[in-house]
């Protein structure tokens, strides 16, 4: 439908309820080109009243719209951290493992066992030994050293012990 630019005069009040409606998100030109065409197809008549139910069916309208799309975003937002969330697990549990490979304490005969074959070395050994481990993991894995601790403190909690200053 071709379009045309017109002018005219309207109340200060009017004016005023235009620029509300413009401020609140509304687009004024649209308004009142839809009133206008409601009124001349007899849709809405010369009480007021007739035009309120309008304009809120058009807000409502446009309102609806709005979530709609709102809604649309934030679905896709929420599926998007679900499935950060869901990697982010994927990537602890396959540090986990890694742990445990390299701290394979079931071949000399559990915690207790491993502690005392590091500990031959000296006394800090174990320790050492521990901290050298998780900085290689960090540093193979693109993980944070203080993150491989975590992870490690939670495969090996009785080993949590050696690391209480970090």
């Known amino acids: 439908m071709p379009r045309a630019r017109v002018n005219f005069t309207l109340p200060v009040d009017i004016i005023q309820l235009l620029d ?31 035009a309120k139910v309008v304009l809120m069916q058009k807000r409502i309208e446009t309102l609806s719209s709005e979530m709609g799309t709102l809604n649309s975003a934030l679905q896709e937002m929420v599926a998007a951290s679900k499935q950060e969330k869901s990697q982010e697990e994927d990537k602890k549990e396959e540090i986990r493992r890694k742990i445990e490979q390299w701290f394979d304490v079931d071949k000399f005969g559990g915690i207790k066992g491993w502690l005392a074959d590091q500990e031959r070395d000296g006394p800090n050994q174990a320790k050492l030994s521990v ?16 993150q491989i601790i975590s992870l490690f403190k939670e495969v090996y909690p009785s080993l949590g012990r050696l690391l209480e200053d970090e």
Do not use: C, D, M, T
């Open 20 to 50: 509300q409606y413009g401020k609140e998100g509304g687009n004024r030109s649209g308004l009142v080109s839809s009133l206008l065409q409601s009124y001349f197809k007899g849709e809405i008549g010369k009480n007021g009243n007739s």
């Open 131 to 146: 901290k050298r481990g998780l900085k290689v993991l960090a540093e193979k894995n693109g993980a944070s050293l203080p």
